[in-house]
């Protein structure tokens, strides 16, 4: 399955405001040592865009020269009041932010994607 131009230049646009903002999220992350990180990869079983998307951010932290130090989330797994639920997957969230600029779901959240 081919992914369409839209996908990949809408991809390619995320990860490139993501090597802008990870600096500022490694400062951020250094200063509040006990949290989990700023960068949550939401993906769930099946999802087919989850390897390029996993690819993409890899490669992009790698141009940082930054740990790839991120959770990875199953969606499924999420309690079903928590909103990231309600993100098709694959998302990135940076601080709780899609990276895309999707505002976080509010409920009654969307059947997963």
Same mark, same amino acid.
């Given at each position: 399955m081919e992914?369409?131009?839209?996908? /990949?230049? *809408?991809? *390619?646009? *995320? #990860?490139?405001?993501?090597?802008?903002? /990870?600096? !500022?999220? #490694?400062? =951020?992350?250094?200063? =509040? /040592?006990?949290? !989990? *990180?700023?960068?949550?990869?939401? +993906?769930?079983?099946?999802?087919?865009? /989850? +390897? +390029?998307?996993r690819t993409r951010l890899d490669e992009a932290l790698d141009r940082l020269g930054a740990a790839k130090d991120f959770a990875v989330i199953d969606a499924d797994t999420l309690s079903e009041s928590d909103a990231r639920r309600g993100y098709g997957t694959p998302t990135v969230l940076f601080d709780n932010r899609d990276l895309f600029g999707m505002p976080e779901p509010a409920p009654p959240l969307p059947s997963p994607t």
């Open positions: 992914i369409p131009d839209c996908v /990949t230049r *809408g991809l *390619g646009l *995320g #990860l490139a405001v993501l090597v802008l903002i /990870t600096p !500022v999220a #490694l400062l =951020h992350a250094n200063a =509040h /040592t006990n949290s !989990v *990180g700023p960068i949550v990869f939401l +993906t769930r079983e099946g999802c087919v865009n /989850t +390897t +390029t998307m």
